[in-house]
């Protein structure tokens, strides 16, 4: 059973911008922190960005300045605004519930030079 739903993926050139959703359960929403990771081939997966349920936020270092992760509460919604976007920035990005430990499928993000 999918949980959590990601979209907004897609290809870009370098200096673009890309709006990432992932939509979630209501209990999995109100009940945990959430957090955007990407994987980029040959790569280990890292975190990009979380945000607890009170909207605290912290960010990989990689993406301070650039990204912005957010919570829509009404929509069980959480979002990963990325602007200026680097071709070092292609990875398939995944969102998961931080208590829980759920993850989405992925959605791939594609940056060209």
């Known amino acids: 059973q999918v949980q959590l739903v990601e979209s907004g993926g897609g290809l870009v050139q370098a200096g673009g911008s890309l709006r990432l959703s992932c939509a979630a359960s209501?209990?999995?929403?109100?009940?945990?922190?959430m957090g955007w990771y990407r994987q980029a081939p040959g790569k280990q997966r890292e975190l990009v960005a979380a945000?607890?349920?009170?909207?605290?936020?912290k960010y990989a270092d990689s993406v301070k300045g650039r990204f912005t992760i957010s919570r829509d509460n009404a929509k069980n919604t959480v979002y990963l605004q990325m602007n200026s976007l680097k071709p070092e920035d292609t990875a398939t990005y995944y969102c998961r519930a931080e208590f829980w430990n759920y993850w989405g499928q992925g959605t791939q993000v594609t940056v060209s030079s």
């Open positions: 209501r209990s999995i929403f109100s009940m945990n922190a």
């Open positions: 945000i607890t349920i009170g909207g605290s936020t």
